[in-house]
């Protein structure tokens, strides 16, 4: 089974709108991380924001939140007031805590364009 | 500070030829590790290491070695180069076991077997 779902391959979002990059994750422990990472066409991997699953309230770092729905096992990423640099691709990953310290599971991806 | 450095950017070979892949980090991290990315898919681990002298096998370790004789480098070697090993290679590093560590990527290294 995969233990990171992106459902989404590509986004299009309108300049200076919000936008929404689903992910679902599987996992029976009980203590794990998620994380988002931006990925542009030059290719380096940047982090962009991290949930703790004994976290009680949605991770933000600027721009970026994560609706984090324990119960529906969901990180979802909003991106407010997007912007043309936001064109990339985001990937959602998740450590677990009991299976392999350093072991960081990632989606496929989503493809976003912002549109001018 | 450089973060974590990988060489060479881009590297065409023949099957059946060895290379290493290198990768340095000034952050005085624990944990490093070597992931692969194919198209269309995330990250897969490759090999990992918790500290130097120590490494570990992940998800598709199957024609790679590492090794880890300092804290500062973690050099990933294709022993016999085969056309399945075309793909992107990032390096990364993070300082320690907590959860939430941020694991920092290198930029990549791309990687051609004809």
Redo the contacts between chains.
């Keep these: 089974a995969q233990k990171?779902t992106q459902t989404q391959p590509g986004m299009f979002v309108q300049e200076k709108e919000a936008v929404t990059l689903d992910c679902t994750y599987d996992t029976s422990d009980p203590?794990?991380?998620l994380?988002w990472?931006k990925q542009p066409s030059s290719?380096?991997?940047i982090?962009l924001i991290?949930q703790?699953s004994y976290d009680q309230q949605n991770a933000t770092e600027g721009r970026y939140s994560l609706n984090f729905q324990k119960a529906r096992k969901s990180a979802n990423l909003v991106i407010s007031a997007s912007q043309l640099g936001d064109s990339a691709m985001y990937?959602c990953?998740m450590?677990e805590?009991q299976t392999?310290?350093?072991?960081?599971?990632?989606?496929?991806?989503t493809r976003l364009t912002v549109i001018p | 500070n450089a973060g974590v450095t990988q060489t060479p950017k881009f590297q065409v070979l023949k099957t059946g030829q060895s290379m290493t892949l290198q990768c340095a980090q000034d952050m005085n991290h624990e944990y490093m590790s070597w992931y692969r990315q194919d198209p269309g898919m995330g990250l897969r681990l490759i090999h990992y290491s918790v500290g130097a002298g120590i490494t570990d096998q992940g998800e598709v370790p199957n024609g790679y070695n590492v090794s880890r004789s300092t804290t500062e480098d973690f050099p990933l070697r294709l022993l016999s180069a085969a056309p399945s090993q075309t793909s992107v290679y990032f390096c990364a590093s993070r300082r320690g076991s907590g959860g939430q560590e941020t694991q920092y990527f290198g930029p990549g290294t791309r990687l051609l077997v004809l």
């Design positions: 990171i203590s794990y991380g994380f990472y290719g380096e991997m982090f991290y703790g990937f990953a450590r805590a392999g310290a350093n072991n960081l599971f990632f989606g496929t991806g």
